[in-house]
């Protein structure tokens, strides 16, 4: 079946260093990709979203490629801050049956100051 | 625009009882999910309303939660009776559509069964 996986964390980086969080999927057809973040204690925001094959969604500094040669779209930040902080979860969209999104398990980034 | 609500914020039964969870989407939005985050994990779709009826509801664990959205507009997520392994947070979300380009998230209801 379908399914996203991401790289486990948690990620601790100094600030201004270089992010990038892997995520890889499995799916029929092609599917929609996004990225989510969800700060303590509050539902996931959408971050960036790419809906076909070499489409790049970008937002607040945050890019992402999606790779169908690779199945991937990893997320990635030049330089990162403190109050980037949370959990980042990667999602495929299903382009058929139901339209469910399936979700990642999840990536937690630390930022040091 | 306003944003996905949720009620209550936090929850504290003991196993064997009965919860409830409410969701007010944005405003316009058709499509409405239920989604169950236990610590660690991803968001695992309960079910999916397209305005007052149910799309999919293939992971939701019908012999205790049932989830209603009466008049295609606010929906109510139950669980009756509650286990230990229901602890989780119980996020609401909503779309326009199907979500082509995304769900919008409420804050989610943390529940903890002890």
């Known amino acids: 079946g379908d399914s996203v996986t991401q790289m486990e964390g948690p990620v601790t980086l100094s600030e201004e260093a270089f992010l990038t969080i892997n995520c890889t999927y499995t799916?029929?057809?092609?599917?929609?990709l996004f990225w989510y973040v969800q700060y303590p204690g509050e539902g996931l925001q959408l971050l960036l979203k790419a809906t076909k094959a070499d489409d790049k969604g970008s937002n607040k500094g945050f890019e992402a490629t999606y790779r169908k040669e690779t199945t991937s779209f990893h997320l990635e930040k030049g330089s990162v801050q403190v109050s980037d902080s949370a959990v980042y979860f990667c999602?495929?969209?299903?382009?058929?049956?139901?339209?469910?999104?399936?979700f990642g398990t999840g990536t937690r980034l630390k930022v040091l100051a | 625009e306003a944003g996905v609500a949720q009620s209550p914020r936090y929850k504290i039964i003991e196993k064997r009882q009965s919860v409830a969870f409410w969701c007010n989407p944005i405003?316009?939005?058709?499509?409405l999910y239920w989604y169950q985050q236990i610590l660690g994990q991803g968001p695992k779709l309960l079910i999916q309303?397209?305005?007052?009826?149910?799309?999919?509801d293939s992971q939701l664990p019908k012999d205790r939660f049932s989830a209603e959205r009466l008049k295609g507009v606010d929906s109510t997520l139950k669980i009756q009776p509650a286990k230990l392994e229901d602890s989780a947070v119980y996020l609401c979300a909503s779309s326009l559509g199907e979500g082509l380009y995304g769900y919008t998230f409420g804050s989610g209801t943390r529940l903890t069964v002890v």
């Open positions: 309303f397209q305005n007052n009826g149910v799309v999919d």
């Open positions: 799916a029929t057809g092609y599917p929609s």
């Open positions: 405003s316009g939005h058709a499509t």
């Open positions: 999602a495929l969209r299903r382009t058929s049956g139901t339209y469910k999104y399936i």
